[in-house]
């Protein structure tokens, strides 16, 4: 089992950053990568970033490229996803997750946190 636990969302204003964390604990088994998902109010949940546990590799949706970067401490066990330029539609319920690295961007992971809200005011 692993347990991932996220903080760091909050209130900002449009074109603000935010830097999302995610705390892994447990036993990783057959997992080879994290990620984050974000779920906004009406809507489907949508991929935004994995990465390798080995930090090697990282790929994104393309719609985010270039204003959100995910990355990684294995000494604390955290993942990270940096977010710029924000805009009220990044509003949403930001998920961590962990799975098979190249499954994540399909939407399917095995393990995920209880979320964090980003709010993006105009």
């Known amino acids: 089992q692993v347990q991932l636990v996220e903080s760091g969302g909050g209130l900002v204003q449009a074109g603000g950053s935010l830097r999302l964390s995610c705390v892994a604990s447990?036993?990783?088994?057959?997992?080879?990568?994290m990620g984050w998902f974000r779920q906004a109010p009406g809507k489907e949940r949508e991929f935004v970033a994995a990465i390798s546990v080995n930090g090697a590799s990282t790929y994104y949706a393309d719609s985010l490229k270039g204003r959100f970067a995910i990355s990684g401490d294995n000494a604390k066990n955290t993942v990270y996803l940096q977010m710029n330029s924000l805009k009220p539609e990044d509003t949403a319920v930001y998920y961590c997750?962990?799975?098979?690295?190249?499954?994540?961007?399909?939407?399917?992971?095995?393990?995920r946190g209880q979320g964090t809200q980003v709010t993006v005011s105009s």
């Open positions: 997750a962990a799975g098979l690295y190249a499954a994540l961007g399909k939407g399917i992971y095995a393990y």
């Open positions: 447990g036993r990783a088994g057959s997992t080879n990568g």
